[in-house]
Nanobody, 125 residues
Framework: QVEVVESGGGLVQPGDSLRLSCAAS????????MAWFRQAPGKEREFVSA???????YYADSVKGRFTISRDGAKNTMHLQMNDLRPEDSAVYYC???????????????????WGQGTQVGVSS
């Protein structure tokens, strides 16, 4: 079993920045994909960003240019740098890890096997 733990959430003002981190207890395969999803109250969980084993990154249009996903290599740790936060970014952010995910499924929740418990991000003035 792989444990996935998120950290770094909090309450900030519009325009502020936050850095989320996700740590997997071990490497899941030779071709893992790590991703962030988020769920706001009353809304469905949605894709935010993903990082494939080959270094390619993917973003939802709503966060492109403001969020940056990165990893710490062999440490099995991923980060999401969130800049210029907006009230609509408020949500619980979940880290997900999957193996051998094809490109067309990068944004699909069911493609991911391991999930964290989530970390709360609030953006309000």
């Amino acid at each position: 079993q792989v444990e996935v733990v998120e950290s770094g959430g909090g309450l900030v003002q519009p325009g502020d920045s936050l850095r989320l981190s996700c740590a997997a207890s071990r490497r899941t395969s030779n071709n893992p994909t790590m991703a962030w999803f988020r769920q706001a109250p009353g809304k469905e969980r949605e894709f935010v960003s993903a990082l494939r084993w080959n270094g390619y990154t993917y973003y939802a249009d709503s966060v492109k240019g403001r969020f940056t996903i990165s990893r710490d290599g062999a440490k099995n740790t991923m980060h999401l740098q969130m800049n210029d936060l907006r009230p609509e970014d408020s949500a619980v952010y979940y880290c997900a890890v999957g193996n051998g995910i094809i490109l067309s499924s990068i944004r699909t929740q069911s493609a991911y096997t391991y999930w964290g418990q989530g970390t709360q991000v609030g953006v309000s003035s």
